[in-house]
């Protein structure tokens, strides 16, 4: 069975701090998907990125970027400077194959409040 | 692209009435769509499979009798909570695959928030 932890309940910044969300996976399968989404305020889930567990490549748009290691199977999610529009909660999601293959395990979920 | 449009974003009901929620991808064709339930300050919970013509997949749990799902075209799935009770209260979130692009994506709609009286 796969599962997804993001061990930050809550994180509060200030306006222009980095922040980092972790996330940490558990699959047995070699072939997997992981995915960051945003649920700010209003509900609707907003798709961030998509990686595939063959690329290992680091992911950097605008503010966000995001560290994949297999090695410790971690998703790391990272804001840089910032804004209080980033508030929100952030949750962490994997695909794997089988019999689950297209189901989201999501993690629990990180709240992000940024403080003017 | 990849919008999802679900309808209404807000329900208040009595109980014992049934309530239908629409979810609609605009812009795109979606043989797989995806219910899930959150509780306030919790994650996602994913209730079913919706697969357009033929019957959806319920998870463990979930009363496929209680939360009748329709997927009868591409672009269009429904979930009727069928005599709802309070403790149907809740946000319901639909999502779409959209079809060809073989990601995995899932897109979401704004979710509905049910209230049952």
């Known amino acids: 069975a796969q599962k997804v932890t993001q061990a930050q309940t809550e994180i509060s910044v200030v306006e222009k701090e980095d922040v980092t969300l972790d996330c940490v996976y558990e699959?047995?399968?070699?072939?997997?998907?992981l995915f960051w989404y945003k649920q700010p305020p209003s509900g609707e889930l907003v798709f961030l990125i998509r990686?595939?567990?063959?690329?290992?490549q680091n992911e950097i748009s605008g503010r966000y970027s995001w560290n994949f290691q297999k090695s410790t199977s971690s998703f790391n999610f990272t804001i840089t400077a910032s804004q209080v529009v980033d508030s929100a909660v952030y949750f962490c999601?994997?695909?794997?194959?089988?019999?689950?293959?297209?189901?989201?395990?999501f993690g629990q979920g990180t709240i992000l409040t940024v403080h003017p | 692209g990849a919008v999802v449009s679900q309808h209404p974003s807000r329900v208040i009901c009595k109980s014992g009435t049934s309530v239908k929620i629409e979810c609609r991808s605009l812009?795109?064709?979606?043989?797989?769509m995806f219910w899930y339930r959150q509780f306030p300050k919790q994650s996602l919970m994913l209730m079913a499979t919706?697969?357009?013509?033929?019957?959806?997949?319920?998870e463990q749990g979930v009363e496929k009798d209680k939360f009748l799902i329709n997927h009868a075209s591409l672009t269009l799935s429904t979930l009727t909570v069928t005599s709802a009770h309070p403790e149907d209260s809740s946000f319901y979130i639909c999502?779409?695959?959209?079809?060809?692009?073989?990601?995995?994506?899932?897109?979401f709609g704004a979710g509905t928030r049910l209230s049952v009286l």
């Open positions: 699959t047995r399968d070699t072939t997997y998907y």
């Open positions: 999601a994997l695909i794997t194959g089988g019999t689950s293959y297209g189901k989201l395990t």
């Open positions: 990686r595939n567990s063959f690329d290992e």
């Open positions: 999502s779409a695959d959209k079809d060809g692009d073989a990601k995995n994506i899932q897109y």
């Open positions: 812009d795109f064709q979606a043989t797989t």
């Open positions: 919706s697969n357009e013509g033929s019957k959806a997949t319920y």
